[in-house]
């Protein structure tokens, strides 16, 4: 076990720092010529118990290692590391990167295993620079996959622990389960709601990536390049990133000369051609809003959807079929129209020409996500320059205008199926844009084929009212109850200067049980008293709460010295009448100046810390900030520099897991469950000056 602690200075959030505890087992290599290191990290939430989040990854991890250790020795070290503190700062993964000088970037490689949801299928969603040298061991039992996941989570702020290697240089595989996020963070995340499928798929794809970097000549990772990759069916389809803009150059000609030929054949007038494609547009825009107003249009018939986190209710799947139906619809509008003022060979032309500036866009910005739409491009070209050679009349012709349809359903489809669950309903108008292209290029020859108008209208109708359908009896069946809980938040807030507590709720809608501790009001000053309780829109429902023992925080000055232009507070910080999982300390800054801070115990150079303001975003007078998370029991010591010789206002502030028993006359029911992230905590604070 490796103890250390670890110092996240805050630039835009206050200073984080914790004492961690890594686990680390080394399966020896008989010739290693680098290592593999599995990541998988044993701290959870305080209000979930973290059986997906990260019991998936540490369960499979060690049943790799069993297996690894009861077979022949792998040619290459491989390394368990079981990281703590993911959860706030990702604390053991950067203590482990600072303290093991040993990394080598040119020839170790990290498989981090993760979850942000309790089921569904394994996802490798992330590698590092040098990506080509590590995709290859999905080979043999291809996860779920997509180059394009890799480019999106580079833009995101999301850290997981794989982050900091990768900031280190090391490249390697970043996996997650990501189904079934109503559950994650929250109460739920139990083993009573862990997918057995998750966890078998999670660990069968590692175990065999695992041995294949294991068995491999790791020193190849140093030269190689960066990759797309992708699923065409069980198949995992890879090729160098430096064809990706010569594909998407490919598919330009193609294209252009696709366009000549047809033109040549008078099959296409560029005119009605350029028609079609400027109302392409609307059509990506009908689908998206689609997304987003179906989305206000379930919050305001369900309220109670809005305290999902991540905007994923525990029945999707009606509501996303009735979502696809309506953007099907939409495209089927869109082909019907262009049938009465463009020829076919016109409406494919000004598909192919969105899907052409799609692929040159993407090959220059987002090179991973090219594929989509190169290999679409390449298919329409060729549909383009072989539908005028056939006769208006020839049975070959629908099967020529589908051609591009193929490669976008193959490609498509399955990132539309782990779109969905990824980005939840709350963001539906993402995939959905990608369903109006596919549904755009598949239903072109039956538009075009189709009879009489009203015969068209009646399948736009009908498409739309079946949507409609499914949506409105998805939110319907999509109830809560015993197994499927409605999300509630409560926290326990205790106020020592005032001798006050509160319970606080988040909820933006009533609830009988919060109800049964609140009285209605809401106010937006808890921050004031409580930082770490900014209000949401709306502000904090809060009701008077008895008086009861909870951690309370207590800070002593060891000693006051002045020094040049101010003074220097050495303050001792703890927890009394409880163990805080969580401690924190801020200072006032309308009368403060905080010029450096240092944490005792820290590894030399992390622990001194900036001044200055770094909660600039609170409208309190709390806009310095320090946070120590999993506090020695002993608590800890932190040194003030200040500007001056006035006197240093303080707030302390403790966090503690779980509400206090004592003061809840009325105990969860089996019908509700705690919000992700937002419930289940009892927090107290004191104001000092020194």
């Given at each position: ?97 600072r303290n093991t000088p040993a990394l080598d970037p040119r020839r170790d490689v990290v498989i981090n295993l993760d979850a942000r949801g309790t089921t569904g ?244 910005v987002l090179p991973g996500a090219a594929y989509l739409f190169t290999w679409t491009a390449l298919a329409g070209a060729g549909a383009l320059a072989l539908t ?303």
């Amino acid at each position: 076990m490796q103890e250390a602690t670890e110092v996240l200075p805050g630039s835009a959030a206050s200073h984080l720092a914790g004492r961690v505890h890594n686990i680390t087992a080394t399966v020896p290599g008989r010739s290693s010529t680098g290592k593999v290191l599995l990541v998988a990290h044993t701290d959870s939430t305080s209000s979930g118990p973290g059986a997906s989040d990260d019991g998936l990854g540490v369960g499979a991890v060690l049943e790799i290692a069993r297996i690894l250790g009861s077979g022949e020795r792998p040619r290459n070290d491989v390394v368990l590391l079981f990281t703590d503190a993911e959860e706030i700062g990702q604390l053991g993964a950067r203590a482990y990167v600072r303290n093991t000088p040993a990394l080598d970037p040119r020839r170790d490689v990290v498989i981090n295993l993760d979850a942000r949801g309790t089921t569904g299928p394994a996802v490798m969603f992330q590698t590092g620079d040098r990506s080509s040298g590590v995709v290859g061991a999905l080979g043999d039992r291809p996860p779920v996959a997509t180059s394009l996941a890799d480019e999106v989570y580079r833009l995101l702020p999301n850290e997981t622990d794989f982050t900091h290697f990768r900031d280190a240089g090391l490249t390697g595989l970043n996996f997650a389960v990501i189904g079934g996020s109503s559950r994650y963070h929250s109460t739920e995340d139990d083993i009573e709601h862990v997918d057995s499928g998750s966890l078998q798929d999670l660990g069968s794809t590692v175990l065999s990536a695992t041995r294949d970097l294991a068995g491999a000549d790791l020193e190849r990772v140093a030269g190689a390049s960066d990759s797309t990759w992708f699923n065409v069916g069980p198949v995992l389809v890879r090729y160098p990133a430096g064809a990706v803009l010569p594909l998407a150059g490919a598919a330009l000609l193609a294209a252009l000369a696709a366009a000549w030929h047809a033109r040549r054949r008078r099959a296409l007038r560029v005119r009605k051609a350029a028609l079609a494609a400027a109302a392409f547009p609307l059509v990506l825009v009908a689908a998206g809003a689609v997304g987003w107003a179906s989305w206000q249009l379930l919050l305001l018939v369900k309220p109670a959807y809005a305290r999902f986190t991540h905007g994923d209710p525990y029945r999707p799947e009606l509501i996303v079929a009735g979502l696809v139906l309506l953007v099907i619809g939409i495209a089927w509008c869109w082909s019907r129209w262009t049938r009465t003022r463009t020829a076919p060979v016109e409406s494919l032309a000004a598909v192919l020409a969105w899907l052409v500036a799609l692929a040159l866009a993407t090959a220059l910005v987002l090179p991973g996500a090219a594929y989509l739409f190169t290999w679409t491009a390449l298919a329409g070209a060729g549909a383009l320059a072989l539908t005028p050679r056939l006769a208006e009349d020839s049975p070959w012709r629908p099967v020529a205008l589908a051609l591009p349809g193929l490669p976008a359903a193959v490609l498509i489809v399955p990132l539309v199926v782990l779109l969905f669950p990824a980005v939840q309903l709350a963001a539906a108008a993402v995939p959905l844009l990608f369903v109006v292209l596919v549904a755009a290029l598949s239903l072109l020859p039956a538009a075009h084929l189709a009879g009489r108008p009203r015969t068209g209208l009646a399948i736009g109708l009908a498409l739309a009212v079946s949507g409609v359908s499914l949506v409105g009896v998805g939110a319907v069946v999509d109830g809560t109850d015993r197994g499927h809980p409605l999300p509630v938040s409560l926290m326990y807030a205790r106020d020592l200067d005032r001798s006050r507590a509160h319970w606080v709720s988040e909820n933006a809608d009533p609830d009988s049980w919060v109800a049964h501790y609140t009285d209605g009001e809401r106010t937006s000053d808890l921050e004031n008293s409580i930082p770490a309780l900014p209000a949401p829109p709306g502000g904090h429902l809060v009701g008077d709460a008895p008086t009861v023992t909870v951690a309370e925080p207590v800070v002593r000055a060891v000693s006051d010295e002045r020094v040049s232009g101010g003074r220097r507070l050495t303050l001792a910080v703890s927890a009394e009448r409880g163990r805080s999982v969580l401690t924190a300390l801020y200072v006032d800054t309308t009368s403060t100046e905080v010029v450096k801070a240092s944490l005792a115990g820290a590894p030399g150079g992390s622990g001194e810390l900036p001044g200055g303001e770094n909660r600039g975003y609170t409208a309190t007078p709390w806009k310095w900030g320090f946070v120590h998370a999993a506090p020695p029991a002993e608590g800890f010591t932190l040194t003030l520099t200040v500007r001056g010789d006035a006197p240093v206002r303080l707030l302390a502030m403790t966090e503690e897991a779980g509400l206090p028993a004592a003061a809840l006359d009325r105990p969860l029911p089996g019908d509700r469950a705690y919000f992700a992230d937002e419930a289940g905590l009892s927090l107290a604070s004191r104001t000092y000056t020194f």
